[in-house]
C-alpha cells in the first residue's frame, strides 16, 4: 500500500507538517469551544443530543485518567482496572482543599499529584507478585471499595459521606482575556458566524469557556509528559516488560522499579482527571467513582486504542459523550419505547467494546491510522544519515513499507 | 454466645452462597484459566429468568430449573462466539470481553426488568430449622448447605463418572495433549461455561430467596468481589476448594468483621475491603491457594 505522500522523519518537511496539523487542531479545538460554549443540542427526529462545554470538560477529565490506564495497561502491559480509586481520590482531595482549607484549585494538584503517585506505589507493591487476570481482580475490588470508603463515619468530616462534597470552585476568567472581542470576531465570519451565536457571552459561559482552556492546558500538559516518558529510557523498559517480562529482566530491567513506576504515574494522572472533573462539577460525591466508571474507563482505554496517547483522547470523549447521548435517545423506529429506557448507553459502550475486541483491536486510533498510512507516511531516517534520495523509486516504496509498523507517529 | 451462633450460623448462609458462585468461577477458571468477570451478571440474568417464569405461573423449583437451562444455552452461546475465537493464553481481550459482557447484561436487565428490587419467592420455606437460646439457624440456611453439598456431589459425579466430565478434566489439565488423543476441546470448554452459568444461576437464586434480600440488577457486584476471593483462598482450580474459601469468606464477613466492628469499632460496611484484603494477601502468600495447583511459567 503505498501512500500519496511520504516524508522523512525529521526533515523540514515533516517539521512543516508538525506544525500544521497542530496547528490545525488547536485552531479546531478553539472554534469547537466558542462554537459550543451556549448549550448546543441536535435534534434528529424526537431525539436531542446536547454538545456542550460541560459534557467536553468531562470529557477532558476522563481522558486524563485514560491516558493513566494507558500507561500502565497499554504501555507496561499491567491489568490494574481499578482507576475510579485514583480518579475518585484525586477528586475527593481537591475537593476537601477547596472546600475546608480554600485552596485555589489547581494549586491542589500539588498535593494531589504526590499523594496519588505514593498511594499507587503502594498499593502497586503487592501487584509486583500479583500478575494477570488476578492484578484484574483484586484492582476492580479496589474501585469497588471505594465508595464505602469515603462513606466512612470517621472519615465523614472530609467527605461529607453519602451527600457528597460541594466546593465552591470560583475560576473566574481573568478580564484580560477579551472573549467578546473573540466572540464578535467569530460570530462576524461569512457563512460560518451563525455557528458562533450572536452578541456577547455571558458571564457564566465565559467561565466555562475559560475552565475548558485551563483544562485543555493541563491535560495537554499531562500528555506531553507522558509522551516524553514513553520516548525515554524508563519508558523503553515499561513497553519490555509489557512485551516480555522475562525477556526484559534478563536483559537487565529493573521489573519492580519499571512497574511500580507505572502504578505511580498512572495513579498520579488518574488524580489529576479527578481534580480537573471535580473542577467542572463542583461537587465531588460517591456515585461519581464506582466500579462501573472504572469500567467505563476501560472501554475508553480499548475503544480509543490500547497503547496510543491519541487514544486516550478518543476515549475520554467517547465515554463522556456515549451515555449522554444514548440516554438521549428516545425514538428509534422498529424498537419500542420502553427499551430506550434505563441505561441504554452501557449497554452501547459494552456493545462497542466486544466489536472493537473482534475487528479493531487497535481501537478507533488504529483504524484513523490505517486511514492515515494512505495519505502521508512518515519514514524514518536511513541509519547511515547518508543522502538516501527521495522517496520515489520502486525499491525506495518497498523500504517503506517494511519499516510500516515501526513507523514512528506523533501525538 | 447465642450471638456467636447467630453469628455463625449468618456466615455459613452467606459463605454458602459465596461458595456457589466460587463454584461456577472454578469451573470456567478449569476450563479457560480465564476469570469470568461476568459470572455474577450472568446469575443475576438467570435468577431473573426464573422470577420471570415464576411470575408467569411455572411452579418455582421447575422455572429454576428452567432458567438454569436456559443460561446454560446463553453461556454455551456466548463461549462459541465471543471467546473462542481468542487465544487463550492472551488475557487482556478475554479479560475485555467479560467486562462488556458484564456492562451489557447488567444494563439489559435494567433496562427490562428496571431498578426496583423485586422480592424473590422463598426457596426453602419459612421458619426456624434449630433455635438454640436466641440464636435462630433457619430453614433457608439449612436449604443452602444442602444445595451446596447437592450442587457439588453432582458436579463430582459428573466429572469422574461421565465421558464428558473425562473429557473436560482431561482438557483442564492439559489442553494441548488432550486435543493430540482426540477430545474435541471446542465443545468441551463450552460444556464447562454452560455447566459454570447454570450453577451460578443457581446461585444467584438462592442468593436472593434469603428473606432479607431482593432481587434487582446490581445485586451480585459484590457478591462477585466475595466469590473470587473465596475461589482464590481454595485454590481457583479446586471445586472443593471454592466451598472451604467461600465459607471461610462467610466467616470473615459475619464473624470477625462483626467482632472487630464490636471490639475496635471497625466499620461493617468494609466487609468488602476485607474480602479484597484476604483476596491480596492470598495472592501474596501462597498464589494457588489453599488446595489449588501451583502454576509453573515457561518461559
Known sequence: MNARWTILAGSPQHRTY???????????????????????SISIGDNTYNISLIRLNKAVA??????????????????????SFFFGMGAYIAAWLVADKDWPVLLTLLIVI??????????????????????????????????????LESLQDYTNGSGGKIADIGLEPPGW????????????????????????IPEKQEERLWKFFLFMLVAGICFWLVANLIKSRPGRAMRAVRDNETGAAVSGIDLAQTKTLAFGVASALGGVGGVIYVAELGIASPDDFTQLVAINFIVGLVVGGVGTLSGAAVGGLIIAIV??????????????????????????L???????????????????????????????????????????????????DSTDSSTVEVG | MELFLQRLFDAVSNGSTYALVAVALVLIFKATTLINFAQGEMGMLGAFFALQLWLWGVPMWIALVLAMILSAILAAGIERVLIRPFDPADHLPLVIITLGLFLVINAVAAIVWRFDPRSFPNLFG????????????????????????????????????????????????NLESSELVGIRVGPTLQFGWALAAAVGTLA????????????????????????????????????????????????????????????????????????????????????????????????
Do not use: H
Open chain 1, 18 to 40: 508538525k506544525l500544521v496539523t497542530w496547528t490545525l487542531f488547536a485552531l479546531f479545538v478553539f472554534l469547537v469551544a466558542f462554537a459550543y460554549v451556549d448549550v448546543g
Open chain 1, 62 to 83: 476522563f481522558a486524563v485518567a485514560i491516558l493513566g490506564l494507558q500507561v500502565v495497561v497499554g504501555y507496561t502491559g499491567q491489568l490494574a482496572l481499578g482507576q
Open chain 1, 114 to 151: 504526590p499523594a496519588c503517585f505514593l498511594v499507587g506505589v503502594i498499593l502497586g507493591l503487592p501487584a509486583l507478585r500479583i500478575k494477570g487476570l488476578y492484578l484484574a481482580l483484586v484492582t476492580l475490588g479496589m474501585a469497588q471499595v471505594f465508595p464505602s470508603l469515603v462513606k
Open chain 1, 177 to 200: 482575556i477579551p472573549f467578546d472581542g473573540i466572540a464578535e470576531f467569530l460570530q462576524g465570519i461569512p457563512l460560518l458566524g451563525g455557528y458562533f451565536g450572536d452578541g456577547p
Open chain 1, 323 to 348: 451515555p449522554d447521548w444514548a440516554s438521549g435517545t428516545q425514538s428509534v423506529a422498529f424498537i419500542p419505547e420502553r427499551w430506550l429506557q434505563g441505561p441504554t448507553g452501557s449497554v452501547v
Open chain 1, 350 to 400: 459494552g456493545i462497542l467494546l466486544i466489536i472493537l475486541t473482534f475487528f479493531l483491536a487497535g481501537g478507533v486510533v488504529a483504524g484513523a491510522r490505517r486511514l492515515k498510512a494512505r495519505i502521508v507516511q512518515i519514514v524514518p531516517q536511513p541509519p547511515s544519515g547518508g543522502s538516501r534520495p527521495p522517496v520515489s523509486t520502486a525499491v525506495a516504496d518497498d523500504a517503506a
Open chain 2, 126 to 173: 419459612d421458619g426456624n430449622a434449630i433455635s438454640i437460646g436466641g440464636a435462630n439457624l433457619g430453614w433457608y440456611t439449612v436449604g443452602t448447605i444442602i444445595t451446596v453439598v447437592g450442587v457439588l456431589v453432582l458436579l463430582q459425579l459428573l466429572l469422574t463418572r461421565t465421558k464428558i466430565g473425562l473429557a473436560f478434566r482431561a482438557v483442564s489439565s
Open chain 2, 204 to 299: 444467584a437464586a438462592v442468593f436472593v430467596a434469603n428473606p432479607v434480600r431482593q432481587l434487582e440488577p446490581s445485586i451480585m457486584l459484590r457478591v462477585l468481589i466475595f466469590a473470587a476471593a473465596a475461589a482464590a483462598l481454595g485454590g481457583l482450580d479446586s471445586l472443593w476448594g471454592a466451598v472451604v474459601g467461600g465459607l471461610s469468606i462467610g466467616l470473615v464477613q459475619s464473624v470477625i468483621v462483626q467482632y472487630l466492628n464490636q471490639w475496635f469499632s471497625f466499620p461493617t460496611t468494609m466487609s468488602l475491603a476485607a474480602a479484597v484484603v484476604v483476596l491480596m494477601v492470598v495472592l501474596l502468600v501462597k498464589p494457588a491457594g489453599l488446595f489449588g495447583t501451583a502454576a509453573v511459567e515457561r518461559v
